[in-house]
């Protein structure tokens, strides 16, 4: 399993845009990035994922470099609402990590 | 609708004894998962099963056990041998492998 490295928090304000790193360098040929978000008490919940370049869909986009060794997920605009912990996951297979993932925090 | 239930939200036992979860989903998926969430930490594989009466053990396998008699149902049991078995538990369930999880709203366990 690749190993993944996220910032352990980061703060914003609404409106704003929020970009989260995601560094892995050992991925694999045939792994996919995908990202999750993660309420208090509640099961994830699948946001974006992708194989390279970029990806888009109505609530992310999912920048990959060429080198494909790091990802950005970008959550534009934030609201109060996108408070939460988002995941970084690699991999191609049944197994996946969930790492400790990164908290973002919206404030008004 | 379409969907995977846990059943109960919260769940108190004893030391010493076996606790089964529920999880059950209707979305006709292949896999299936169960994770094991401590506070303040990320999500750690116990165990998953890609087909009926297949599974196979996560990264914290040890003292739960599962079954996969129907496509519909992965049952997980916490054993006694569980050295520290009060945590939030997440059952979830896929297409295949790496597929988008979709998971139910978790089951908070207490044992004392």
């Known amino acids: 399993l690749a190993k993944t490295t996220q910032p352990i928090s980061m703060d914003s304000y609404e409106g704003q845009e929020v970009n989260i790193t995601c560094s892995h360098n050992n991925i694999a040929t045939n792994d996919y990035i995908t990202w999750y978000q993660q309420f208090p008490s509640q099961g994830p919940r699948f946001i974006i994922q992708g194989y390279k370049t970029k990806v888009t869909n109505e609530v992310a986009s999912l920048f990959i470099p060429a080198d494909r060794k790091s990802s950005t997920l970008s959550l534009p605009r934030v609201s109060l609402s996108d408070t939460a912990v988002y995941y970084c996951?690699?991999?191609?297979?049944?197994?996946?990590?969930f790492g400790a993932g990164t908290t973002v925090t919206v404030r008004a | 609708d379409g969907g995977i239930t846990q059943s109960p939200k919260y769940l108190f036992r004893k030391e010493g004894q076996n606790v089964t979860l529920s999880c059950e989903q209707n979305?006709?998926?292949?896999?299936m998962y169960w994770y094991r969430q401590d506070p303040g930490q990320g999500l750690r594989l116990i165990y998953y099963?890609?087909?009926?009466?297949?599974?196979q053990k996560g990264d914290i396998a040890e003292g739960y056990s599962v079954s996969r008699e129907k496509k519909e149902s992965f049952p997980l049991t916490v054993t006694s041998a569980q050295k520290n078995p009060t945590a939030f538990y997440l059952c979830?369930?896929?297409?295949?492998?790496?597929?988008?999880?979709?998971f139910g709203p978790g089951t908070r366990l207490t044992v004392t």
């Open positions: 996951l690699v991999g191609n297979d049944y197994k996946l990590s």
């Open positions: 099963s890609q087909i009926v009466n297949d599974f």
């Open positions: 979305l006709n998926h292949d896999a």
């Open positions: 979830a369930c896929a297409a295949g492998g790496n597929y988008e999880q979709y």
